[in-house]
């Protein structure tokens, strides 16, 4: 659940916020979120010890309070109430209070001395994220999304033009008065659809022909509504084919593929229990998604709208599908690597392992980089745009616009084995940025790489700079403070 949709749920608010004139919710979500692009903790407090519930400001770690300076607010009918403290050994040494309410929102004082707060005590977040800390559950889940989409469409756009197809198909099929045979195959029979493989578990074809009658009715009931009421439906008919000696097996999987295609607005083509249960324990882990898994149907729903509430962004459904088997596809192939006996065949898994996991790296740095750059001596430049396609051929991860030159910055982030790889695969896609027919000028291009350059890559990286004619900066991440560099 994304920070305002929280603050929307707490009791306190839905009680006393209906009062309120319609202004003063909106100006007090603007002046939150300008504290969140700042990277200061935002979280709940303790409404049995507390009636303060929003604490802003830097918060000790996995606890519930404050380090230092801090604002705090609490939701009153007649408007929302703060207050200023600086804490030191639990002595509080000045505190204002104030009101957010129409009059003060009209005259901005109390929202520019609370804009103010961020500059005026230069407070920065913490490097270690509290675990229950309400607004980073997803700190860069819309970087990851943004980063990964732009591979898939690159490394996976032939599955995705497929899956395009056969989910135009099937929603052309709701205007049909009966399924063809040739979708009913596609859906139930082919062994890879572009939906979902499945190489066992697949109905044979002599089961498929005996089935045919029943998998028609369950296609247009799923077509026509892809509801719990359906889905549980639609398991007794498969159920029912079962006990009558049609098919050996209750083919789950493949009822979940045709509800992924049927609504890939909520289900993902990861059509097994275990394969999906392993990407929520995932995002479980690294974004924070809670919710204890208990079956296919409920969970693809719950995981597609925790996606949706916190990307910054819309994303074509069927990209963020794929990358979610991506995510599972990382793991089945290190277990299919380690039983690898072939040394061609182990090679080329790792290869592929490799080219994921610096997917997710590339992905999580641009994150981090974008964060560091919000609060650096580089702040000046905004971003203008993140994985913009150009030429349908090279992926821009961040393009910057300079507020006091109005000039274009183009950085481009990798985090490959080492400095030198970085540097290398950076470069080339760089200077198509700098010098490719019709494309945006731009003033200045940035390396930013995730590994710790050694002498002999700054030796070289200079050597570079000498040989182009463009103005050209390296920034690299120091693993230890989680800050950027420049050399």
């Known amino acids: ?73 609490r939701f009153t009918s007649s408007g929302i109430e703060y207050k200023f403290n600086y804490n030191i050994s639990s002595l509080v040494l000045s505190s204002v209070r104030g009101k957010l309410t129409e009059k003060t929102i009209s005259e901005l004082n109390e929202l520019e001395l609370l804009s103010h707060f961020v500059t005026e005590y230069n407070i920065s977040r913490l490097p270690h994220i509290p675990t229950d800390y309400t607004n980073t559950e997803t700190p860069h889940l ?49 062994r890879d659809n572009y939906i ?36 549980q439906e639609c398991v007794e008919d498969l159920q029912k084919l079962k006990d009558d ?32 249960e392993y990407i929520c324990s995932y995002f479980t882990q690294k974004w924070g998604f809670k919710y204890k898994y208990s079956n296919w149907f409920s969970a693809n729903i719950k995981l597609k709208e925790f996606i949706r509430n916190n990307l910054n962004h819309e994303y074509d459904e069927l990209l963020i599908n794929i990358v979610l088997w991506v995510i599972y596809e990382e793991k089945h192939l290190n277990t299919l690597a380690s039983k690898e006996e072939d040394l061609t065949l182990k090679t080329a898994m790792r290869k592929q392992i490799e080219s994921i996991e610096i997917q997710y790296r590339e992905a999580e740095l641009e994150g981090q980089f974008i964060q560091w ?21 090279h992926i821009r991860d961040v393009v910057l616009k300079n507020t006091e030159t109005n000039a274009n910055i183009v950085a481009e982030l990798k985090f490959k084995s080492n400095a ?48 182009v004619s463009l103005k050209l900066k390296y920034f690299y991440k120091d693993r230890q403070s989680n800050q950027f560099f420049e050399v």
């Open 373 to 393: 750059l919000h609060n650096s001596e580089y702040s000046h430049n905004t971003i203008a745009n993140q994985n913009e396609d150009l030429a349908r051929a």
């Open 420 to 467: 030198k790889e970085d540097i290398e695969a950076a470069i080339g896609q760089l200077l198509r940025y700098a010098l490719y027919p019709n494309t945006e000028d731009c003033s200045e291009i940035w390396v930013v790489g995730g590994n710790y350059p050694l002498t002999d890559d700054l030796t070289w990286f200079n050597e570079i700079k000498k040989h």
């Open 245 to 276: 000696g049609k098919v050996k097996y209750l083919h789950k999987a493949l009822l979940n593929r045709v509800f992924a295609v049927a609504a890939p607005q909520h289900f993902s083509t990861t059509v097994t229990k275990d394969a999906f």
């Open 196 to 231: 979902s493989s499945l190489k066992q578990g697949a109905l044979s074809k002599e089961e498929f022909e005996l089935s045919k009658s029943t998998l028609k009715n369950i296609t247009k009931k799923i077509i026509n509504s892809q509801s719990l009421v359906t889905y």
């Open 142 to 190: 819309d970087s990851f999304f943004s980063a990964m989409i732009a591979s898939c469409q690159i490394d996976r756009n032939d599955w995705y033009i497929g899956y395009q197809k056969i989910v135009s198909t099937v929603l052309s099929a709701k205007n049909e008065t009966d399924i063809s045979d040739q979708l009913l195959r596609d859906l139930w029979y082919s």
């Open 1 to 73: 659940m994304t920070l305002i949709a929280s603050i929307k749920d707490h009791p306190s608010y839905k009680k006393y916020s209906v009062s309120w004139t319609n202004d003063v919710s909106p100006a007090f979500f603007k002046l939150l979120e300008l504290y969140n692009q700042k990277s200061l903790d935002i979280y709940f407090r303790d409404h049995t010890s507390n009636k303060w519930e929003v604490c802003v400001g830097r918060r000790e770690h996995n606890a519930g309070r404050a380090i230092g300076i801090y604002v705090a607010f």
